[in-house]
Each structure stands twice: as C-alpha cells, then as structure tokens.
C-alpha cells in the first residue's frame, strides 16, 4: 500500500516536470497567493492615490507635501505591479530551488498529510477543502455502490441459477445495456425524465440552496433535503454498477453449475435454496469482492463526473471547480486522496479476504 501511494504521489510529481513546464509560466495559476496578495496591495494603492487626486483637485492647487506623498504612491504601485506573476509563485512555493529539494519538500508534506494551501480558498489549507467535500462523496459512493453491488450480484445469480432462469432471462438485455450507459450519460437521462419533464427530484446541488433558512447541519430539514438531492445521482451510479455486477454475477453463477462440490450437494439431496446460498453464491461472491475492491478507482472517478453533471457538492464539483479556476494544487491534492483511497481498499482486501475464503487460510505456507 505505502508502496503504490509513493509511485502515484512521485509520478504525479515527475511528469508534468518531464515536459519542460514552469507551472509558474504556463499560465496555469492564475491567482497564486503571492501574486493574489500583490493585487490586493496595488488596487489598495490605486484607490488611495486617486482619492488623494480627488482631494488635491477640488482644492485646485498641489503644494510640496501633497505632491510628494502622490509620488510616493506612484514609486508604490510600480514597483508591486513590476513584480510578475511567475517571479511571485517561484518566491512562494520555491519553485526556483533543485528538483530534488522541491521532491524531497514536497514528498515530506505528504507524509504529513499536508497538502498545502488552495489558490482559490487561500489561506484554507487543501486538505481542509478536500475534506468536506470527501464527506458527500464517500456517503454518495459508498451507499450508491454497496446496493449497486448487492443488487446486481443477487440479480446476476438469479439468472445464472438452473431453477429461476425463466423468471429472469427476459431480464438480462436491460440490464446488459444499463452496463454500458456510463455514469454520468445515465444521469442526463435521469434528469430529463425524473427531474425536468415529471418534476419528482430537484435538478442539481446536494440541498435546498435557494432555501436561506437551510444550511449544512445534523438536523432533521436538512437530512431530509440532502436525501432528497441525493437520489437521482446515487440512482445513476446504482444502475450502472448493479448492471455491471449482475452481467460478472451471471457468469460466475453459470461456471460454478460443474464443480464437484456443487454436484456432490445435490446427490446429498441438500434443498435449492441452501445449494444456492451456502454452496453457489457464497464461491461465486469471492470474484466479486475482489473486483469491487480493485474498483474503486474507476467508481471514484465515475462518481466525479456524476457531481458534475449534478453540480453535487463532492470531490468531483471541487475538481471541476479546481479546473476552472487554474487551481493545479487543489487538482493534485484530490488526485492524491483518490490515491490513497484505491491503495487503501486493496489493503483492507488482503486483509478481510482470508475471513471470507477459509481456503487461503488452509493452504500450507
């Protein structure tokens, strides 16, 4: 795990360097702090030598004193506007020094989980931001895929199983075509129908924002309202995960019919029922969990462009907003938590996987 969040921190590092790029040239930060704080210094300026031009003209007539305090803010404003934008950002994050120093500074942050500061929320630290956004996407992904998962799984079963074939097999092409229809293409066509044309759900946002009298609190008004939001993007991502795990779910279901134990549980004259749960389901389950764990990568990034088209108060409206404001740190800071949180699952999946297959821990070392 520490292994894999290294390699990804250091290649996100290294390439944009291996390009030839100064992120303080490339026209990327349009509004680092230094150069923020500069602008602020100089339209503070400006406005006090025109209030004093102001004075100085309706008395119509500029003594010494006067003339040398409207010069003085004339050597002011030059010299903070004569300083650029790329000189300031180098200044700042110390871009000017070795590669190696600026690796090693930047890979000791990260080990403290500081991700710096945001261009865009400056002085909030990223991991601040990060972190209230995190809290409606993980609740968005986590129920959206635990039900996509275990709907989709019992319903691939089901239609890999001998016994209710003729129940479901009319049901296997919808839900083939629902596997294919990405996230957030699913989530226009929720919004067309549920949202605009029947006007059963809101259109966008994680609550009642036009509301004044609703804010982000543990109260019941507003628990309700963000469930309420919250359907139609977690419906997107339940359709098309459950989809997916029913199509991988009937595969597996239909593989396991030849095995030895299944045959030796139906010459027992065990009942369908048990065969199904405690000998089909439960061997044909593992795959599955394993693929929900290497998953979470392409859900996480899947989730992001649901926000999106949702405008949903996530990692993946912050990202979008980090794009438009130039915002690379806030970018790369999310990128990072993505990171360790597909390094994490795998981890937990070594971890709990011996308690769900007692065969690897019966195996001999």
Do not use: C
């Not at 390439?15 to 339209?43: C, E, K, M, Y």
């Not at 989709?152 to 129940?167: K, T, V």
């Not at 010459?267 to 369908?272: C, F, H, I, P, V």
């Amino acid at each position: 795990m520490l292994f894999i969040i290294w390699l990804g921190a250091t290649i996100m590092f290294w390439i944009p360097r291996q390009f030839g790029l100064n992120p303080s040239q490339a026209g990327l930060f349009t509004s680092a702090p230094a150069v923020q704080r500069f602008n602020d210094v100089v339209s503070d300026l400006q406005d006090t030598y025109e209030s004093l031009i102001v004075t100085t003209a309706e008395d119509g007539v500029i003594d010494g004193e006067e003339a040398r305090e409207l010069g003085r803010y004339e050597t002011l404003i030059a010299e903070y506007e004569g300083r650029s934008a790329g000189t300031a950002f180098e200044r700042e994050f110390g871009l000017g020094d070795p590669q190696a120093v600026q690796y090693w500074r930047y890979i000791t942050s990260l080990a403290r989980f500081d991700l710096g500061a945001s261009q865009r929320f400056f002085p909030v630290s990223i991991f601040s931001v990060i972190r209230n956004s995190l809290f409606w996407t993980l609740g968005l992904m986590g129920v959206a895929t635990l039900v996509g998962f275990v709907v989709g799984s019992l319903i691939g079963a089901l239609m890999g199983w001998p016994g209710y074939r003729r129940y479901t097999q009319w049901g296997f092409l919808p839900v083939l075509a629902a596997s294919s229809i990405p996230y957030y293409l699913l989530g226009w066509i929720l919004i067309w129908f549920l949202a605009f044309s029947w006007g059963l759900f809101p259109l966008q946002y994680g609550w009642n924002v036009f509301d004044p009298t609703l804010h982000p609190e543990w109260s019941f008004r507003f628990i309700i309202s963000a469930a309420h939001h919250s359907v139609l993007p977690a419906l997107s991502v339940i359709i098309a995960t459950a989809g997916f795990w029913t199509v991988t779910m009937r595969g597996l279901m239909v593989n396991m019919h030849g095995e030895d134990f299944m045959v030796f549980a139906e010459a027992k004259g065990l009942r369908q029922r048990r065969i199904f749960f405690r000998y089909g389901l439960r061997n044909s389950i593992l795959p599955q969990i394993t693929g929900l764990a290497a998953s979470v990568g392409s859900l996480l990034t899947g989730v992001l462009l649901v926000e999106i088209v949702f405008s949903y108060p996530g990692i993946g409206f912050l990202f979008r907003q980090a794009i438009g404001n130039g915002d690379v740190a806030m970018m790369a800071g999310i990128g990072f938590v993505v990171l360790i949180l597909l390094a994490g699952s795998l981890f937990l999946l070594d971890i709990l996987l011996p308690l769900l297959d007692r065969r690897i821990l019966d195996e001999p070392a």
